[in-house]
């Protein structure tokens, strides 16, 4: 639900709007981005393989970064509209509302 409305709080600035007006708009989606990545690292930490969370923290760390490259380097020539945020949010959405396997049960020693 948090990913939903932060993709959600992209929407307003689909709009040409003044610079005033979008740093304002840029607020909403910006509070909600802490608590997002709180509960990635969480979701992540839960469902890492035991003694492996540091890791699996840290290879979601690297994607959001590549991610946030990535964004930058197409926005340009995209025309800098907030299509490919908005775009990006939206999968993040779907990929945390999506179903989780069971965790599988250890193994017998």
Same mark, same amino acid.
């Given at each position: ?26 607020? !909403?989606? /910006?509070?909600?981005?802490? *608590? %997002? #990545?709180?509960? &990635? ?6 469902? +890492? $393989? ?27 020539? !995209?025309? /800098?509209?907030?299509?490919? *945020? %908005? #775009?990006?949010? &939206? ?6 509302? +999506? $179903? ?10």
């Amino acid at each position: 639900m948090l990913a939903a409305l932060f993709a959600a709080g992209w929407l307003p600035l689909l709009a040409p709007l003044p610079a005033p007006a979008v740093l304002a708009l840029a607020m !909403l989606p /910006g509070t909600l981005f802490v *608590p %997002l #990545l709180t509960v &990635a690292n969480l979701t992540v930490t839960a469902l +890492a $393989p035991p003694g492996t969370s540091t890791e699996a923290v840290g290879w979601m760390s690297s994607a959001i970064r590549l991610g946030v490259a990535s964004g930058t380097t197409l926005a340009g020539p !995209l025309g /800098g509209h907030f299509t490919l *945020p %908005l #775009l990006a949010a &939206a999968l993040c959405a779907l990929l945390l509302s +999506a $179903p989780t396997p069971a965790a599988a049960a250890p193994a017998a020693a």
